[in-house]
């Protein structure tokens, strides 16, 4: 179980920690309901490696207390993707020997079995090719805030919207969105010291990283499965904020049509006292807030009409609480964030 030999093949993250005491870290320590270890796919990740990963997988799932996926990170150059399964017999299939996420995903559509690949945004570039290529069956979630958004990379500060806004940024979301990608949004680590799911509790925690929540019945790989597949997921700065949100009743990640303005929905409970909770709108090539609310407490509840519904559109939810210590001397912003993922709702004649 242990992985230390890997940091010879170039795997940063080896040299720290092991599976298990991720796995152990994340399910006794921090609490969380579900994880993956997802090793880089350097040379020495061979088929003994993966086969004992999925042994480790295997060995801390927990239906309806925890649950694990089998996972490993594609790691070409800087368009690194993470690779999740919900089934043992799969493979790795190495950047060497997949240089490019068409032929990636050619190699999963060949194998047959259920995959999602997670696109693991990092630095900003204006040739970045995240988004080059569209692939809505397999790239169904993105992280939206991870360490790559926080002080320990972005100094001197957390940047949470690093990655959300702007359509001619070639590595944000709205620009993915805006160019018919429809990916929802996870908040993930890349935690590289074993401490999974830690976040800005303290100026002392390092490697902080966001939440991925998953909308379920169940805590099962079936049922998370489903719902990471379908969508119904949303990412937090590393708070356990509680969103809801839905347009006629459907839940986010879904696609659905109308014929008459939608009626949408939010229920949130933060963590701290909300500062803001905005809906945001993508039609006609712009992207704006249509519903804003200052909550003066920790809950939010609404429901609103959009009225200007004439054309396809897409709607998702940016909560963002208070500061935590404002004005500290010498502290890191502690402004957290939610975000919901997008609902698409399609004009009918």
Do not use: C
Request: net charge negative.
């Amino acid at each position: 179980n242990d992985f230390q030999k890997l940091n010879a093949g170039g795997d940063h993250r080896a040299n720290f920690t092991n599976a298990r005491a991720a796995y152990a870290y994340v399910k006794d320590v921090m609490r969380l309901d579900f994880a993956s270890s997802s090793e880089h796919d350097v040379r020495l990740f061979n088929e003994a490696a993966w086969t004992e990963s999925r042994q480790i997988t295997t060995d801390f799932y927990e239906p309806n207390h925890f649950t694990t996926f089998f996972a490993y990170e594609w790691t070409p150059g800087f368009n690194h993707h993470i690779v999740i399964y919900n089934e043992h017999d799969t493979e790795v299939f190495h950047w060497e020997h997949s240089q490019s996420l068409p032929e990636l995903w050619d190699k999963l559509e060949k194998q047959g079995k259920p995959a999602i690949t997670i696109p693991h945004i990092t630095w900003q570039f204006e040739d970045h090719i995240a988004w080059e290529h569209l692939n809505n069956k397999f790239r169904r979630i993105g992280e939206i805030y991870s360490l790559w958004n926080s002080r320990f990379l972005t100094l001197p500060d957390d940047q949470p919207q690093r990655f959300e806004l702007g359509t001619e940024n070639k590595w944000s979301y709205q620009h993915a969105w805006a160019n018919g990608h429809k990916v929802g949004l996870i908040g993930s680590t890349d935690n590289h010291l074993g401490h999974p799911g830690a976040n800005n509790y303290s100026i002392y925690t390092f490697h902080t990283g966001g939440l991925a929540a998953v909308i379920a019945n169940k805590n099962t790989r079936e049922d998370l499965w489903e719902g990471m597949h379908d969508r119904r997921t949303y990412g937090t700065t590393g708070t356990k904020i509680y969103v809801d949100f839905q347009i006629n009743d459907h839940p986010m990640g879904i696609e659905f049509e109308t014929d008459s303005p939608p009626i949408l929905s939010a229920k949130v409970a933060g963590t701290n006292d909300l500062k803001t909770v905005e809906i945001v709108k993508y039609s006609n090539g712009n992207y704006r807030t249509i519903y804003k609310e200052n909550p003066n407490g920790p809950i939010a509840q609404f429901s609103t009409r959009d009225e200007t519904f004439k054309s396809n559109s897409f709607y998702y939810l940016r909560v963002t609480q208070m500061e935590e210590y404002p004005g500290r001397p010498y502290s890191h912003s502690t402004s957290d964030m939610a975000w919901s993922s997008p609902i698409w709702v399609n004009y009918k004649d």
